[in-house]
């Protein structure tokens, strides 16, 4: 994907310096301004919940939410340890409210501690579709970057959103059950 982004780049630099060369270094240093704001924004959004996030986390929140998830969890995840239905739950958790980049550490987490489990395929493909297609309740991420840009209605995504990933993590945990559950049965 990495040269395909650099393939375009330098396709579009070639083709400005060709046509309007005194164009090119404005537009490349309007670019790079846009993306500082852009990352700068995301960084403060993603801070905040990252915070509220640790915060729960030291109040063992995160864990008495994974004890009310792993009934849900153990069935759908196939692994029984709990700290790894800690690191699934808070994982879910930053989903839900439309964190992916909150969620990535925990993920991570649970991807390493589920190599240990008896269902490791099953279990790290359905965290993989979980986490790409998850839930999300509240995207905070869309709303944010609605709001920086200026959207008379930012909240107005919110059920689209919720409908659209709720469909994509329903169809790809019944192919993630249906393809790899498969497996664990011969």
């Not at 959004?45 to 915070?51: A, D, H, M, R, S």
């Not at 905070?140 to 709720?166: H, Q």
């Not at 469909?167 to 192919?175: N, Q, S, Y």
């Amino acid at each position: 994907m990495n040269v395909l982004f650099a393939l375009v780049f330098l396709v579009s630099s070639a083709a400005v310096l060709l046509f309007s060369p005194e164009s090119f270094l404005p537009a490349l240093l309007s670019g790079a301004e846009s993306a500082l704001k852009l990352g700068v924004t995301l960084a403060a959004v993603y801070t905040v919940w990252l915070g509220f996030l640790k915060i729960a986390e030291d109040a063992k929140l995160t864990r008495a939410l994974a004890k009310g998830l792993k009934p849900v969890t153990s069935r759908l995840f196939r692994v029984k340890d709990e700290e790894t239905l800690g690191h699934i739950a808070v994982n879910m958790s930053a989903n839900l409210l439309g964190m992916g980049g909150a969620a990535t550490p925990a993920g991570i987490s649970a991807m390493r501690r589920m190599e240990k489990s008896e269902n490791k395929n099953y279990a790290q493909a359905m965290l993989f579709v979980v986490n790409c297609a998850g839930l999300q309740l509240l995207p905070v991420t869309v709303v944010s970057l609605r709001e920086k840009f200026g959207s008379a209605s930012s909240y107005d995504v919110i059920l689209p959103v919720m409908l659209a990933s709720l469909f994509a993590l329903v169809l790809g945990a019944a192919l993630v059950r249906i393809f790899c559950g498969a497996k664990k049965k011969r």
